[in-house]
């Protein structure tokens, strides 16, 4: 609890000089992001040791997992943010939460992480579709997606169905009641000739 304190801290300073997250949102931080963020740690699997959020923006939900999932042996979440102020941002917010984190300041489409990871998440930040389209590549046969999701989470499915294969589970989220945690797995492309590895 210290840490996310720590953290709070740092994003109410840097939201002054930068617009880390919407304004109207300051009042409900707590609900709005960190839990939110925060309930993905404990949908994580076990064996979960890589974590690969992409779109970080002001560490929702990587950085927040990070900082729960510290005392998890090798874990270690990269953090993949374009913007720059951002990734200043989470780089300084890592120093002091002392989050097993690192921060990769590229676009999504270039990173490539050494192994698959075990879980691929991402908050805020596209459509199902397009967050499968930009992730493929990287997910390994036990990596596990984690999505937060608002209202449209059953037509997000449906159309990412019409280009990729999938098992899922919606779950119910725990800080917004018209909000649905995607938690996919076993990624394939519908096309055989695009297959996921």
């Given at each position: 609890?210290?840490?996310?304190?720590?953290?709070?801290?740092?994003?109410?300073?840097?939201?002054?000089?930068?617009?880390?997250?919407?304004?109207?949102?300051?009042?409900?931080?707590?609900?709005?992001?960190?839990?939110?963020?925060?309930?993905?740690?404990?949908?994580?699997?076990?064996?979960?040791?890589?974590?690969?959020?992409?779109?970080?923006?002001?560490?929702?939900?990587?950085?927040?997992?990070?900082?729960?999932?510290?005392?998890?042996?090798?874990?270690?979440?990269?953090?993949?943010?374009?913007?720059?102020?951002?990734?200043?941002?989470?780089?300084?917010?890592?120093?002091?939460?002392?989050?097993?984190?690192?921060?990769?300041?590229?676009?999504?489409?270039?990173?490539?992480?050494?192994?698959?990871?075990?879980?691929?998440?991402?908050?805020?930040?596209?459509?199902?579709?397009?967050?499968?389209?930009?992730?493929?590549?990287?997910?390994?046969?036990?990596?596990?997606?984690?999505?937060?999701?608002?209202?449209?989470?059953?037509?997000?499915?449906?159309?990412?169905?019409?280009?990729?294969?999938?098992?899922?589970?919606?779950?119910?989220?725990?800080s917004?009641?018209?909000g649905?945690?995607?938690?996919l797995?076993?990624?394939?492309?519908?096309?055989?000739?695009?297959?996921?590895?």
């Amino acid at each position: 609890m210290d840490r996310l304190l720590a953290f709070e801290a740092l994003l109410l300073k840097w939201q002054g000089k930068i617009n880390l997250i919407s304004p109207n949102t300051l009042n409900s931080l707590w609900n709005r992001h960190i839990l939110d963020s925060a309930q993905l740690a404990g949908l994580a699997p076990a064996y979960a040791r890589t974590w690969v959020d992409i779109g970080s923006g002001a560490g929702f939900p990587g950085l927040v997992v990070a900082i729960l999932l510290r005392e998890r042996a090798e874990f270690r979440a990269f953090l993949v943010e374009s913007d720059q102020r951002k990734g200043a941002f989470l780089s300084e917010a890592i120093r002091v939460t002392g989050a097993r984190a690192e921060v990769h300041m590229v676009r999504i489409e270039d990173f490539v992480p050494e192994t698959p990871p075990d879980v691929v998440s991402a908050r805020a930040l596209a459509p199902l579709g397009q967050i499968l389209a930009w992730t493929s590549s990287f997910w390994g046969k036990d990596t596990i997606g984690l999505f937060p999701k608002g209202r449209t989470a059953a037509e997000e499915l449906t159309q990412a169905a019409k280009d990729w294969i999938f098992e899922h589970e919606a779950i119910a989220s725990q800080s917004d009641p018209s909000g649905t945690v995607l938690k996919l797995w076993g990624l394939n492309h519908a096309n055989p000739r695009h297959a996921n590895r």
